[in-house]
C-alpha cells in the first residue's frame, strides 16, 4: 500500500530497486551470504529460538473455565467476548442493576479469618441471613412487608429469588463467604482458608454460576495456578429493576456506614454509592457471516499457496518449501501468543480462527518473492552468494512492507476497542517474529535446498522447455495472467486484510443495531470513553492492587456466558448499570504495598522455577537432532559450505610471532582492555604492540633528557581508551600518549626506596577524559594522582608492609551493572585489607578471619564475580565473602607452591540460579605438577550473601567437597588461566618429542655442527624453587625445545586431553630454530584477549590463541586483578644466575635487572 500512496511523487507503484552498491542492499547481501554459509550454526540457533518460544505456550495458557484467572491466560475460543462501558448516551436500557461490597484488611490480606468474619456480617446485614443460602422456594409467594423501611424476613427474601422465576423483581448474589456456606461456624473451623478457597473454587451458585476467583476476589497473588493471597472480597448483588432487595441494599449501606465507624473504615463514608456506568458484557459465537467470510479468506490464501508453488521450478522440493513457509508463519504466531501472554495480554477476546490469517496475507508474498528472487539469480556464481544477492534484494522490501503494517496496526490500536486493540498488538509482535525467522529458519533451509542443486538443475531443465511448441489451455492462460501480475496483486493484499477483519471485529463490539453497524462505525467514536467512576482520594490513599474498572473487565468469558444465560436466555449479551463499590477497610490495616507487583504473567515465574531443567534437555536434544540432520542433508558439500578462514582440520592451538621490536629480552609487558601490548626490554626500548593490526610503535625516550627518560621502568599501566602509556621510575611518573606519539604530564613521587606493589588508572567518579592514576606503595600507602590538576592524595592502608596488593573490579549491584574499583592487600604479617573508594576517598577495612592461622598466609585471589575472595595458606584455601568477610568454605589442598594459586569458575554447568563449578589451579610443591581441583555446587545449597554482623560457626558448603574432580598436568611451566576456561602455558620438552627432521636440525645445533662458538647464550640458571625450575626443566640445553600447550577444564571442549604446538612454528627457518634454542627463560606473560597470552621469549614475544581469537571483545577491567601487573614485574621473581649476568652484560643482580 505504501508504494500506491506514493504513486503521485514517483509515477509508479513498483516497489524501489536499489542499486547493487547501495550500502543498504549491500549489508543485507553480505548477511544472506553468511547465513548461507554458516547453515550448520544458523538453523539450530533459530530452531532453539523457536522453541524457547513456543515451549511456554503450554504452561502460559489454559482452556480451563475454572482456571481463567489462575495465573494463566485464556486461550481464544470462538466466541467474541468484551466487557465494554457504554456510553450514557447510548440507545440501551439495562437489563439489570450490579452493586457490590469491596472488602479489605491489610494489603493482599483479605484472607485472614478476621476478615471473612467482619465480610459475613457486613454481607448479613445488607442482605439478611445468608448462612446455607438456598432460597429455592417452587410455592411461595411474593409478599412484601407493609413498611417499606422494614426488612424482609427470609422468605420474603428467597422467593423474589431468580430461581424462583424470572422477573422485574429477580436477584441473585455472589460472595466467596459462599465457600464456607456463609456460616462462621465454618470459617472459624477452618484450618487452611487458602486451600478451601483453591479446592472450591468450581463450586456453583443456585443459579449454576461458578464462584470463579475472578468474581469473588480483586487483587489476587497466584502461585503453582493456585490462589496465594487476595487483596478484597468482592459480594456482588445482582437485580432487576424493580427488585426490593436492592432498594433493601441501598438503605442497609446507608445504616451499617453510620454503625460500623469504629470497625471500618467505608467508602464513600456515608454508604452512597451514587456513581454508576453502563457497562455491556457479550458472549457472542461466530455468525454464519463470519464463518463465511473465515472460509473465502482461508480458501483464497490456500489457492494463493498453491499457486505460487506450481510456479516455482524446483519440483522436488515444492513440499519442503510448503512445510518450510507454514512452519514459519506458525512459529511467528506462536511466538506472539507467547510474548503477548508474557506482558498479560488477552488474546481471547477475538475468536481464534482469525489470528492465523493475518499473518498468512503478509508472510506468504515475502516468502516467495525471496525464494523467485534466488531462482532469478544467475547459477554460475556460488550458492552462498546466490542467496546473499537474492536476500539483498528482496529484505529492504520486507522490512518496508512490515514497517507500513505496523504503523497501521498501531495506529489502529489506539482508536479500537481492547479486544481488537489487543489483537492489533498481537498482529504486530507476528509481524516482528514473522521477518526474524524470515531472515534466519527460511533463509538457512532455503539454502540448504539450493544446496542440494535441485533448484538449479531444474531452472536449466525449466530453460530448455521454454524452446518446445506446445499447445496453450486455459489454466496455462490463468497462470501466465496470474504470473504477470503477481507481485502487483499481493504486495497490498496483506494490508487489505488487516484492515478488513479489524473493521469487522470492530463491527463486533457496536451495539446491536441490525444493520445499521456501519453507519455506527463512521459516525461514532471507536473507542468508548472510559468509566466516569469518581477518583475518590480514600481509595488512591487504600492503594487498592486492582481498580473496580480493571476488575469488571475481567468478567467475561465463562463468568459472563453463564449470567447471560440466568438473565437474558436467549442473547448473547446483556447490559448492566454498574455501581461504584462501596469499600470497607479494616481500621488498623497496613495498606502500604510491601513489594511491587509483578511485571509478568504469574504463570512465567511458575514455568521459570519447575520447568527450566526439562525445557533445557529438551531443547538441547532437539538442537543436537537438527545438527545431525543438518550435517546429514549437507554431507559432501562442506568444502563448499566451510569456512575458508578457519578449516574444519585447523589445530585448536595457534602460535605467531612479534618480532624486530628488541634487540635483548624483554622483561616486562602489559595489556589494555584496547588490545595493545606494552613490553620493555633490556635493550632500553619500549614497543607499543597493536595485536589486532599486527603493528608497533616505539616509545621515544631520551637518557639526556630526565622529562623523557623513563628508565628504570619499574610499573606500567595503560588506560581503558589505550591512550595514556604511565611509567613509574624512582623518581617520577611519565605519561606517553599513544595517539600523538608525544609525551605528556611528568609528575614527581616518592616511593621510599620500595618497588610498588601496584599501579593502575581509575576511572570511577571521573568526569573529565584523563583518568587518575593510583599507585600502592610497599610500605602500606597508596596515592592517587589527579592527571588533570596534577595533585596527589594520600592514604594509609596498613601500618606494616605489603606481600602483595591486588585491585579488582566489584560489583555493587546484584545484576553486576554498577561496579567499582577496590583494592585487596596482604601484608608480610599476613593481615588482609579491603581498601574500597568512595565518594570522599579511600577507605581501608582489616579482614578479621575466623578460621586459621593468620600468619600461615601466602597469598590472596580476588573472585569478584561471586563476590568473595580467596586466602590461600600451605594446605588449604578459604573462601571469604567480600562484604562479612565470613569465611564460607575450606577447601583441603595439596602442599602448593606460594603464590601460585589461580581461580577458574566454569559458567557451564551452572544451575539457573545457583554457583557454577569452582576450579583451583595451583602448583603442587612435592612434585611440581599443576594441580586442578575441581569443586561442583552442592545441590541442597544456594548462593549465599551474610549480613555483614554474621559470623557462623559452621557455615554451609556451597561446594560439595565428595564432588570434587582433581586433575594434573606434569612439568606446566609458566601457564595462565583464560577468559574462556582453558588454561594455556609454555614448557621445555625434550627433542624426543618432536618429528625425526625437527629432531635432527636441533641435534646438529647441540653438537656445533654449523655453529660458531659466538652464539649468544642466555643463561643456563641454577637451584631456585619448584617453581622456578618449571622453567629450566632439562640441564641439557640443547636436547629441549619451548612448547606451548592448552587444556580445557570444560566437558564440552573440542578435545579432552591437552593440546600441544612448538612455540617456534618456523622450523624451516634456522636462525629462529637457533635463537630460541638458547632462551634459557621464559620472560613475562600476560593474558590478551579472551583466548590469548602474549609471553617474552628472549626478545621476541609469542603471542599464543586457544581456538580463534578474533580481538573484536573490549575486555572489562577485571584484568587488574593483578595478572596484567604482577606479570609486568616478572624480573622480581626471576633468578639472576650468573650466565644470565655475563649475558646481560654485567649488569647487576635483580634489583638492577629489573630497573631498566
Not at 633 to 646: E, M, T, V, Y
Not at 922 to 935: K, M, P, R, W
Not at 1050 to 1055: F, G, R
Not at 1083 to 1093: E, N, Y
Request: glycine content about 6%; aromatic content about 10%.
Amino acid at each position: 500500500m505504501l508504494w500506491y500512496l506514493l504513486y503521485p511523487l514517483r509515477g509508479t507503484t513498483e516497489a524501489p530497486v536499489l542499486p547493487p552498491d547501495h550500502p543498504l542492499r549491500t549489508a543485507f547481501s553480505r548477511y544472506g551470504t553468511w547465513t548461507a554459509r554458516h547453515v550448520k550454526t544458523v538453523l539450530p540457533l533459530s530452531v532453539a529460538l523457536v522453541f524457547c518460544l513456543l515451549y511456554p505456550i503450554f504452561f502460559l495458557y489454559t482452556t480451563d473455565a475454572t482456571n481463567v484467572t489462575s495465573g494463566v491466560s485464556n486461550l481464544p475460543h470462538h466466541v467474541w467476548t468484551d466487557a465494554q462501558p457504554l456510553s450514557e448516551r447510548a440507545v440501551a436500557e439495562p437489563d439489570v442493576i450490579m452493586r457490590s461490597v469491596w472488602v479489605h484488611g491489610s494489603y493482599m490480606k483479605a484472607l485472614d479469618r478476621e476478615i471473612l468474619l467482619g465480610a459475613l456480617e457486613l454481607q448479613d446485614t445488607l442482605l439478611g441471613p445468608t448462612t446455607n443460602f438456598n432460597p429455592r422456594r417452587p410455592h411461595a409467594s411474593r409478599i412484601l412487608p407493609n413498611d417499606p423501611t422494614v426488612d424482609m424476613t427470609r422468605d420474603q427474601r428467597d422467593a423474589f429469588h431468580i430461581v424462583n422465576g424470572l422477573t422485574d423483581q429477580s436477584w441473585f448474589f455472589h460472595s466467596p463467604l459462599q465457600y464456607w456456606g456463609g456460616s462462621a461456624d465454618n470459617i472459624a473451623a477452618d484450618g487452611d482458608i487458602i486451600s478451601t478457597v483453591n479446592e472450591k473454587k468450581t463450586q456453583s451458585t443456585s443459579v449454576n454460576i461458578t464462584l470463579r476467583h475472578s468474581f469473588v476476589f480483586s487483587g489476587k497473588r497466584f502461585e503453582e495456578r493456585r490462589l496465594a493471597a487476595a487483596d478484597a472480597l468482592v459480594i456482588t448483588l445482582i437485580h432487576f429493576k424493580d427488585s426490593p432487595l436492592g432498594r433493601q441494599w441501598v438503605r442497609n449501606a446507608e445504616r451499617l456506614a453510620a454503625q460500623v465507624h469504629d470497625k471500618w473504615t467505608v467508602i464513600p463514608h456515608d454508604g452512597k454509592s451514587m456513581a454508576s456506568q453502563l457497562y455491556e458484557f457479550q458472549f457472542r459465537p461466530m455468525s454464519w457471516p463470519d464463518w463465511f467470510l473465515l472460509t473465502i479468506a482461508y480458501s483464497l490464501t490456500l489457492f494463493y499457496l498453491l499457486l505460487s508453488l506450481s510456479k516455482l521450478r524446483a519440483v522436488k522440493s515444492r513440499f519442503g518449501l510448503m512445510v518450510t513457509i507454514l512452519a514459519q508463519i506458525a512459529a511467528s504466531i506462536g511466538s506472539s501468543f507467547t510474548i503477548c501472554a508474557i506482558f498479560k495480554i488477552d488474546l481471547s477476546r477475538v475468536p481464534y480462527y482469525a489470528y492465523p490469517l493475518v499473518i498468512l496475507a503478509i508472510s506468504m508474498e515475502n516468502s516467495f518473492r525471496l525464494i523467485n528472487a534466488v531462482i532469478m539469480t544467475s547459477s554460475s556464481i556460488s550458492i552462498s552468494d546466490r542467496i546473499g544477492e537474492a536476500f539483498g534484494q528482496t529484505a529492504y522490501v520486507a522490512i518496508l512492507n512490515r514497517l507500513q503494517n505496523l504503523a497501521i496496526l498501531l495506529g489502529l490500536s489506539r482508536i479500537t476497542f481492547p479486544g481488537v486493540a489487543a489483537f492489533c498488538t498481537f498482529a504486530a509482535v507476528a509481524i516482528v517474529f514473522d521477518f526474524l525467522y524470515l531472515a534466519t529458519f527460511f533463509l538457512a533451509v532455503l539454502s540448504v535446498d539450493v544446496r542440494q542443486r535441485e533448484l538449479y538443475e531444474l531452472e536449466k531443465a525449466s530453460l530448455r522447455k521454454t524452446n518446445d511448441v506446445y499447445e496453450i489451455t486455459l489454466f496455462d492462460r490463468i497462470r501466465r495472467i496470474r504470473h504477470g501480475g503477481a507481485t502487483v496483486s499481493t504486495r497490498v493484499a496483506g494490508t487489505i486484510v488487516i484492515l478488513g477483519f479489524i473493521l469487522l471485529a470492530q463491527s463486533h463490539y457496536a451495539l446491536e443495531s441490525g444493520s445499521q453497524w456501519l453507519n455506527w462505525i463512521f459516525t461514532r467514536s471507536w473507542r468508548v470513553a472510559e468509566p466516569a467512576f469518581s477518583k475518590s482520594s480514600h481509595l488512591v490513599d487504600i492503594h487498592q492492587a486492582r481498580s473496580p474498572t480493571s476488575w469488571l473487565r475481567l468478567q467475561d468469558h465463562e463468568t459472563a456466558r453463564e449470567v447471560i444465560n440466568v438473565v437474558k436466555p436467549w442473547a448473547h449479551s446483556y447490559v448492566a448499570r454498574v455501581y461504584e463499590p462501596l469499600v470497607f477497610v479494616a481500621k488498623g490495616s497496613n495498606r502500604i504495598p510491601h513489594s511491587p507487583e509483578p511485571m509478568f504473567l504469574p504463570a512465567v515465574y511458575d514455568f521459570i522455577h519447575n520447568e527450566i531443567p526439562r525445557f533445557v534437555v529438551i531443547m538441547l536434544t532437539l538442537v543436537a537432532l537438527l545438527l545431525l540432520l543438518t550435517n546429514y542433508l549437507l554431507q559432501g558439500n562442506d568444502k563448499q559450505a566451510g569456512d575458508p578462514d578457519h578449516p574444519e582440520n585447523e589445530p585448536l592451538l595457534s602460535v605467531r610471532s612479534l618480532s624486530h621490536g628488541h634487540d635483548l629480552d624483554v622483561v616486562k609487558m602489559a595489556v589494555s582492555p584496547g588490545h595493545k601490548l606494552v613490553s620493555v626490554g633490556l635493550d632500553r626500548n619500549i614497543q607499543i604492540w597493536d595485536v589486532p593490526l599486527n603493528s608497533r610503535t616505539r616509545v621515544m625516550s631520551d637518557s639526556e633528557t630526565p622529562l623523557e627518560n623513563p628508565f628504570p621502568v619499574l610499573a606500567m599501566a595503560i588506560d581503558d581508551d589505550s591512550k595514556w602509556l604511565a611509567l613509574l621510575t624512582w623518581q617520577r611518573v611519565l605519561l606517553w600518549d599513544t595517539d600523538e606519539q608525544q609525551w605528556g604530564l611528568s609528575i614527581e613521587v616518592e616511593l621510599g626506596g620500595h618497588k610498588p606493589e601496584a599501579m593502575f588508572f581509575n576511572y570511577t567518579n571521573k568526569t573529565l577524559d584523563t583518568p587518575s592514576l593510583v599507585v600502592v606503595r610497599k610500605n602500606g600507602t597508596m596515592f592517587e594522582l589527579d592527571l588533570e590538576g596534577t595533585a596527589s592524595k594520600e592514604f594509609t592502608i596498613c601500618k606494616t608492609p605489603f606481600a602483595m596488593a591486588l585491585p579488582f573490579v566489584e560489583p555493587t549491584s546484584a545484576n553486576q551493572v554498577s561496579q567499582s574499583l577496590s583494592i585487596l592487600t596482604l601484608s608480610r604479617k599476613s593481615c588482609i585489607h579491603i581498601v574500597r573508594q568512595q565518594p570522599g576517598g579511600w577507605t581501608s577495612k582489616e579482614v578479621k578471619l575466623t578460621t586459621g592461622e593468620a600468619k600461615d598466609i601466602h597469598s590472596i585471589v580476588p573472585a569478584p564475580d561471586l563476590s568473595m575472595y580467596l586466602v590461600c595458606r600451605s594446605r588449604s584455601v578459604d573462601l571469604v565473602d567480600l562484604e562479612s568477610s565470613a569465611v564460607i568454605q575450606t577447601f583441603n589442598t595439596e602442599p602448593m607452591e606460594p603464590r601460585s594459586l589461580k581461580l577458574l569458575l566454569s559458567s557451564r554447568g551452572a544451575p539457573q540460579h545457583g554457583l557454577p563449578p569452582l576450579s583451583l589451579c595451583y602448583i603442587s610443591l612435592e612434585t611440581g605438577d599443576l594441580v586442578i581441583q575441581t569443586f561442583y555446587r552442592a545441590d541442597e545449597v544456594d548462593p549465599m550473601h551474610y549480613p555483614k554482623d554474621y559470623a557462623p560457626e559452621a557455615p554451609n558448603q556451597p561446594w560439595n567437597e565428595e564432588k570434587e574432580v582433581k586433575k594434573r598436568i606434569e612439568k606446566p611451566g609458566r601457564w595462565e588461566i583464560l577468559p574462556n576456561g582453558g588454561i594455556v602455558g609454555v614448557r621445555r620438552v625434550p627433542v624426543a618429542s618432536l618429528s625425526s627432521s625437527r629432531r635432527r636440525s636441533f641435534r646438529a645445533v647441540s653438537s656445533g655442527v654449523g655453529v660458531g662458538y659466538g652464539l649468544r647464550r642466555r643463561g643456563a640458571g641454577s637451584g631456585g624453587t619448584a617453581a622456578d625450575s618449571t622453567d629450566v626443566t632439562t640441564p641439557d640445553m640443547g636436547m629441549t625445545v619451548w612448547e606451548a600447550w592448552a587444556f580445557n577444564n570444560l566437558e564440552s571442549a573440542k578435545t579432552k586431553g591437552i593440546e600441544t604446538q612448538p612455540l617456534d612454528q618456523q622450523a624451516d627457518v634456522e636462525d629462529a630454530m637457533y635463537d630460541n634454542l638458547w632462551v634459557s627463560e621464559l620472560g613475562p606473560m600476560v593474558r590478551l584477549g579472551t583466548a590469548s597470552v602474549a609471553v617474552g621469549l628472549g626478545n621476541v614475544i609469542k603471542v599464543i590463541s586457544v581456538g580463534h581469537e578474533h580481538f573484536d571483545k573490549m575486555v572489562t577491567r577485571d584484568r587488574l586483578t593483578a595478572e596484567n601487573l604482577r606479570n609486568q614485574n616478572y624480573l622480581r621473581r626471576r633468578k639472576t644466575g650468573s650466565a644470565a649476568q655475563r649475558a646481560r652484560g654485567g649488569l647487576g643482580g635483580g634489583g638492577a635487572a629489573a630497573g631498566i
